[in-house]
C-alpha cells in the first residue's frame, strides 16, 4: 500500500489483497512499508544503496575471514550481529501474509528508485519493525530467533554497530574495484541499468560525502544507541539543522524500544511526553498524524513527504488496537500474582494505570496519562529543547502535534513489560528485581542477543553483567556502562519500600501483563 507515493516503487510490503481489513493493511505496512524512505532525498540522508552496502559489508568480512564465500549467507551473518532478524515465522500478519527475507532481514524496507532518467539503484532503510519486532522466547526464557513478533521491542537491535560499519567498509572499498566486483557476484540478476548506475551515480555521490567527511572517525556527529536502545532525538535534530549537544558527542538520548501494546492509550508520545495530541485525548488518528512524523528522523524523510502517509499509520493504529505481545512463556506463580495485584494497584497504578485481575488475565481498565520526574537520568528530557521544539511547531507538521517538553517523563502502559528488558526510559537497569531494588543495580551489564531470567525478571547476566558461560547470543552484546551521560541508573525507587517477599509477588504479576 506505500506504492510510488513520494518515492520509488516499495517492495517489501506483504501482499494483502484486494478484501483485506484495514488492520491487516496496517499490519503489512508496519512489516514493510516504505513511508517515504524510498526516495532521493532519503538516499542523501538514512536509507542506503543496498547493493552496494551489501558488496561492502560482505568484502569486509572476508578481510576478518578469508574463508567467508561471496553470498547472501554471509551477508546474513554479518546483519544478524547487529540484531536483525530473519525469522522462518513471523507473529501476527494476517493471513497468508508472508515478507520476504532471503536477502534482506525483518523491517528492512526496498525498493527502486530512478534518480535521473534511465537510471536505477535499490535502496534500503528501516522501517517499523525493524525495532517493533522483537524475538519470541522459550518456556526457559532461550531467545527464539527463528520466530519473530510483530509489536515486540527488538531489544538487540545495535544501530550504533551497524552504521559505523557501513561507514569503516565503504569508506576502506569505494575507490575499490572489487566492490562492484562483489555486487555482480551477490547479486548476479543485477540489469545493466543498475549496474551503471551505481558505478556513474551511487559511487560518485558515496565518494563525496566520505570526502566531505575527511578523517572522521565516526559517520555521524552523535552515538546512535545500544542494542535495544535508539537516539531518535539527536537524529531529528541533525534532519532540522537544529544544534546538537556538544556538537553532537553530548546528545545522548538514548530511549529503549518499548512494547507497542496499549500505546494507543497514551494522548502523548516519547519518553518524554513531548508530542501530544491535539485534543489531548487518545485519538487514534491524532496519535497517528504524530506516528508518521517519527519516519523524519528514523528514515530520513521530510515533514511535508511525511504528512503524505499519515493513511498508512492510521491503519496501523487500527492494527494496535488489538495487538498484544507474546504471552509470558514461563511459569506463574498465580497465587503471588493476585498478591502482587493488589501491591500493583496501590504503589503503580496512579501512574502506569490500572488492571481488573479479570480470572489472572489482567485488562487495563483505567490509564492516567502521567509525567513528571522520577528521579530518572536527567538527559534525554534535556535532549528535547526549545529549539528542537520551535523546529517541529514550524514544519510541516505544526498543527498536527502539540510539542510539549520539559515535563520529565511518561509513564507507560506496562503491557509486554516482560520482554522489554533492560529498563527505564534509557535501557540502564537489567532486571525487574533491580528495578524494585536499586541495591541490585549493576554498574555495568552486557545487553544483546541475550536469554531472559524468569527469577529477576530480566537478562540473563552474572554477577559481573557478563552473559552466562557457554551461553551464545544470537547477536553481537555491548556494554552498557552506567556511568556514562545518559545511562545513569538511579531514580524510580518504587518498590524498595516492599519486603523481598513483596516484589517478588508483584514480579509474578507483572508477568502476565
Given at each position: 500500500?506505500?506504492?510510488?507515493?513520494?518515492?520509488?516503487?516499495v517492495?517489501?510490503?506483504?501482499?494483502?489483497?484486494?478484501?483485506?481489513?484495514?488492520a491487516?493493511k496496517?499490519?503489512?505496512?508496519?512489516?514493510g512499508?516504505?513511508?517515504?524512505?524510498?526516495?532521493q532525498?532519503?538516499?542523501?540522508?538514512?536509507?542506503?544503496?543496498?547493493?552496494?552496502?551489501?558488496?561492502?559489508?560482505?568484502?569486509?568480512?572476508q578481510?576478518?575471514?578469508?574463508?567467508?564465500p561471496?553470498d547472501m549467507?554471509?551477508?546474513?551473518?554479518?546483519?544478524?550481529?547487529?540484531?536483525?532478524l530473519?525469522?522462518?515465522?513471523?507473529?501476527?500478519?494476517?493471513?497468508?501474509m508472508?515478507?520476504?527475507?532471503?536477502e534482506?532481514?525483518?523491517?528492512?524496507?526496498?525498493?527502486?528508485?530512478?534518480?535521473?532518467?534511465?537510471?536505477?539503484?535499490?535502496v534500503?532503510?528501516l522501517?517499523?519493525?525493524?525495532?517493533h519486532?522483537?524475538?519470541?522466547?522459550?518456556?526457559?526464557g532461550?531467545?527464539?530467533?527463528?520466530?519473530?513478533?510483530?509489536?515486540?521491542?527488538?531489544?538487540?537491535l545495535?544501530?550504533?554497530?551497524?552504521?559505523?560499519?557501513?561507514?569503516?567498509?565503504?569508506?576502506?572499498?569505494?575507490?575499490?574495484?572489487?566492490?562492484?566486483?562483489?555486487?555482480?557476484?551477490?547479486?548476479?540478476?543485477?540489469?545493466?541499468?543498475?549496474r551503471?548506475?551505481?558505478?556513474?551515480?551511487?559511487?560518485p555521490?558515496?565518494r563525496?560525502?566520505?570526502?566531505?567527511?575527511?578523517?572522521?572517525?565516526?559517520?555521524?556527529p552523535?552515538?546512535n544507541?545500544?542494542?535495544?536502545?535508539?537516539?531518535?532525538?539527536?537524529?531529528?535534530?541533525?534532519?532540522?539543522?537544529?544544534?546538537?549537544?556538544?556538537g553532537?558527542?553530548?546528545?545522548?538520548?538514548?530511549?529503549?524500544?518499548?512494547d507497542?501494546?496499549l500505546?494507543?492509550?497514551?494522548?502523548?508520545?516519547l519518553?518524554?511526553?513531548?508530542?501530544?495530541?491535539?485534543?489531548?485525548?487518545?485519538?487514534?488518528?491524532?496519535l497517528?498524524?504524530?506516528?508518521s512524523?517519527?519516519t523524519?528522523?528514523?528514515?530520513?524523510?521530510?515533514?511535508?513527504?511525511?504528512?503524505?502517509?499519515?493513511?498508512?499509520?492510521?491503519a496501523?493504529?487500527?492494527?494496535?488496537a488489538?495487538?498484544?505481545?507474546?504471552?509470558?512463556?514461563?511459569?506463574?506463580?498465580?497465587?503471588?500474582?493476585a498478591?502482587g495485584?493488589?501491591?500493583y494497584?496501590k504503589?503503580?497504578?496512579?501512574?502506569h494505570?490500572?488492571?481488573?485481575w479479570?480470572?489472572?488475565?489482567?485488562?487495563?481498565v483505567?490509564y492516567?496519562?502521567?509525567?513528571?520526574?522520577?528521579?530518572t537520568?536527567?538527559?534525554?528530557?534535556?535532549a528535547?529543547?526549545?529549539?528542537?521544539?520551535?523546529?517541529?511547531?514550524?514544519?510541516?507538521?505544526?498543527g498536527?502535534?502539540?510539542v510539549?517538553?520539559?515535563?520529565?517523563y511518561?509513564?507507560?502502559?506496562?503491557?509486554?513489560l516482560?520482554?522489554?528488558?533492560?529498563?527505564?526510559?534509557?535501557?540502564s537497569v537489567?532486571?525487574?528485581?533491580?528495578l524494585?531494588?536499586?541495591?541490585l543495580?549493576?554498574?555495568?551489564?552486557?545487553?544483546?542477543g541475550?536469554?531472559l531470567?524468569?527469577?529477576?525478571?530480566?537478562?540473563?547476566?552474572?554477577?559481573e553483567?557478563?552473559?552466562?558461560?557457554g551461553?551464545?547470543?544470537?547477536?553481537?552484546?555491548q556494554?552498557?556502562?552506567?556511568?556514562?551521560?545518559?545511562?545513569?541508573?538511579?531514580?524510580?525507587?518504587?518498590?524498595?519500600?516492599?519486603?523481598?517477599?513483596?516484589?517478588?509477588a508483584l514480579?509474578?504479576?507483572?508477568?502476565?501483563l
Amino acid at each position: 500500500m506505500a506504492g510510488r507515493r513520494a518515492g520509488g516503487q516499495v517492495s517489501a510490503v506483504p501482499p494483502t489483497g484486494a478484501n483485506a481489513s484495514l488492520a491487516d493493511k496496517g499490519v503489512a505496512a508496519f512489516a514493510g512499508g516504505g513511508f517515504g524512505g524510498i526516495s532521493q532525498s532519503a538516499l542523501e540522508t538514512n536509507a542506503v544503496p543496498f547493493k552496494l552496502v551489501a558488496a561492502a559489508l560482505v568484502l569486509d568480512e572476508q578481510a576478518r575471514d578469508p574463508a567467508a564465500p561471496a553470498d547472501m549467507a554471509t551477508l546474513q551473518r554479518v546483519l544478524r550481529r547487529f540484531g536483525f532478524l530473519y525469522p522462518d515465522r513471523v507473529d501476527g500478519l494476517g493471513d497468508g501474509m508472508r515478507p520476504s527475507l532471503s536477502e534482506k532481514p525483518l523491517g528492512m524496507t526496498h525498493g527502486y528508485i530512478a534518480p535521473v532518467g534511465g537510471a536505477r539503484v535499490e535502496v534500503a532503510n528501516l522501517g517499523c519493525a525493524a525495532c517493533h519486532a522483537g524475538v519470541a522466547y522459550a518456556p526457559d526464557g532461550s531467545p527464539q530467533s527463528g520466530r519473530a513478533v510483530l509489536g515486540m521491542p527488538n531489544t538487540s537491535l545495535d544501530l550504533e554497530s551497524y552504521t559505523q560499519a557501513i561507514f569503516v567498509a565503504l569508506r576502506r572499498y569505494a575507490g575499490d574495484p572489487a566492490l562492484l566486483a562483489m555486487a555482480d557476484t551477490l547479486f548476479p540478476e543485477m540489469g545493466w541499468q543498475e549496474r551503471a548506475s551505481l558505478r556513474w551515480i551511487v559511487l560518485p555521490l558515496a565518494r563525496s560525502r566520505l570526502d566531505a567527511l575527511g578523517a572522521a572517525a565516526r559517520a555521524l556527529p552523535f552515538p546512535n544507541g545500544l542494542p535495544g536502545a535508539t537516539n531518535g532525538v539527536a537524529a531529528l535534530k541533525l534532519q532540522t539543522g537544529t544544534p546538537l549537544l556538544g556538537g553532537g558527542a553530548g546528545d545522548r538520548g538514548f530511549v529503549s524500544i518499548p512494547d507497542l501494546s496499549l500505546r494507543h492509550r497514551r494522548s502523548r508520545l516519547l519518553a518524554d511526553g513531548a508530542y501530544a495530541a491535539p485534543s489531548g485525548r487518545a485519538d487514534p488518528r491524532e496519535l497517528a498524524a504524530i506516528t508518521s512524523f517519527f519516519t523524519v528522523p528514523s528514515m530520513g524523510v521530510k515533514p511535508e513527504a511525511a504528512r503524505r502517509h499519515i493513511p498508512e499509520a492510521e491503519a496501523i493504529f487500527v492494527w494496535l488496537a488489538d495487538y498484544r505481545p507474546q504471552a509470558f512463556p514461563g511459569p506463574v506463580d498465580k497465587t503471588a500474582a493476585a498478591r502482587g495485584a493488589t501491591l500493583y494497584g496501590k504503589a503503580c497504578a496512579s501512574c502506569h494505570g490500572s488492571f481488573e485481575w479479570n480470572g489472572g488475565a489482567p485488562r487495563l481498565v483505567s490509564y492516567p496519562d502521567w509525567i513528571g520526574d522520577v528521579g530518572t537520568d536527567r538527559l534525554r528530557a534535556r535532549a528535547m529543547d526549545a529549539s528542537l521544539a520551535g523546529a517541529i511547531r514550524q514544519s510541516a507538521y505544526g498543527g498536527a502535534i502539540s510539542v510539549k517538553p520539559g515535563e520529565g517523563y511518561a509513564a507507560p502502559p506496562l503491557a509486554g513489560l516482560w520482554a522489554s528488558a533492560p529498563y527505564l526510559h534509557n535501557g540502564s537497569v537489567p532486571s525487574l528485581a533491580a528495578l524494585l531494588d536499586p541495591r541490585l543495580r549493576p554498574a555495568r551489564f552486557m545487553v544483546g542477543g541475550h536469554a531472559l531470567d524468569w527469577q529477576s525478571m530480566g537478562l540473563r547476566l552474572t554477577g559481573e553483567g557478563r552473559f552466562p558461560a557457554g551461553y551464545r547470543p544470537f547477536a553481537v552484546p555491548q556494554w552498557v556502562d552506567t556511568s556514562q551521560p545518559g545511562l545513569g541508573n538511579g531514580g524510580h525507587t518504587y518498590g524498595s519500600e516492599l519486603t523481598a517477599q513483596e516484589r517478588a509477588a508483584l514480579i509474578e504479576f507483572l508477568k502476565l501483563l
